[in-house]
């Protein structure tokens, strides 16, 4: 709770900032051209390869992880090593399981559903969000609901570096963020509720305790959804491949979850043999 509330009034201290600036830096660059350069950025990317850092609020604490990531757009394919724990998910395979290597007790491999929990334990987002195209989803639908208004939620800022490479800095605010009731459809679970509406499904979960799972909800049920992904979004953006290469992200509770991408390839050839098991440099 402690670290909640330093967060939270780093958070207000930032908040403040943010409206003290233009939604220009200091070349020019406006909120409406970076958006739309990180867009296009986002539709270009064919395979990338990264080193990501991650921190996530996790039952009022933030959890660290770090993760080496390949991954092919379409067909999707993706390789991701863990301390050790390798995991592979290749679209149109193995039933639409991943094929995990623990690396530890059992000492098999197991093939595991994306979204079940063992997959899903002590962490916000799935496999399947792993790359730009969760966020750019989530960007899209601000971007169209800003509509005119694009400068009350959309702030460029001075521009920063990131792992000493130059960056562009976009600030996302919504102060009228609240959580407020929704009534779950026939069929529904946190997670399509949670795509539907451009939300985090952890957030959700994390907000409504009686719920002890993403599936643990009924047709009729009213629960309680956010009306923004975030209270606040900073991203600092790679000057020569436009993406977001830094993404903070702030709730009413204050910071949420921090993303921070490494040693960024975009576009790099990966070998189709590094999307089997038996790839030489894999143990599963």
Known sequence: MKLILRYSKVYLAIFVVIFSL????????????????????????????????????????MQHT???????????????YIKGIEVLWVQGQNNGNALV????FP??????????SLMRAD???TIHEMGYQYLYDILKDGYKKAGDNLNKYF???????????????????FPDFAWIPYTVKKGENLTTIARKLRVSEYMVL??????????????????????????????????????????????????????????????PPIAPEEFTKTYKDYNF
């Open 22 to 61: 233009t939604s220009f830096n200091e070349k020019g660059l406006n909120n409406r051209e970076l958006i739309d350069k990180i867009f296009a950025a986002v539709d270009n990317v064919k395979t990338v390869r990264y080193n990501l850092q991650c921190n996530e609020r996790i039952k009022g604490k």
């Open 123 to 125: 962490q916000h987002h």
């Open 107 to 116: 000492y098999i491999n197991l093939n595991l559903d994306p979204y079940g």
């Open 155 to 173: 702030t460029v800022m001075p521009d920063e570096k990131h792992n000493g490479r130059d960056c562009y800095k976009l600030a996302i605010t």
């Open 206 to 267: 994390e907000n409504n305790p009686k719920l002890s799972g993403y599936t643990d909800v009924k047709e009729g049920q009213v629960i309680k959804v956010p009306n923004a992904y975030a209270k606040m979004t900073l991203l600092l953006v790679d000057k020569e491949h436009m993406l977001p290469v830094n993404n903070k992200v702030f709730d009413d509770k204050g910071l949420f979850e921090t993303y921070e991408y490494f040693d960024l390839k975009v576009n």
């Open 101 to 104: 290597n623990p690396n530890s």
């Open 66 to 80: 770090e993760s080496k990531v390949k991954l092919q757009i379409s067909p999707r394919k993706l390789y991701l």
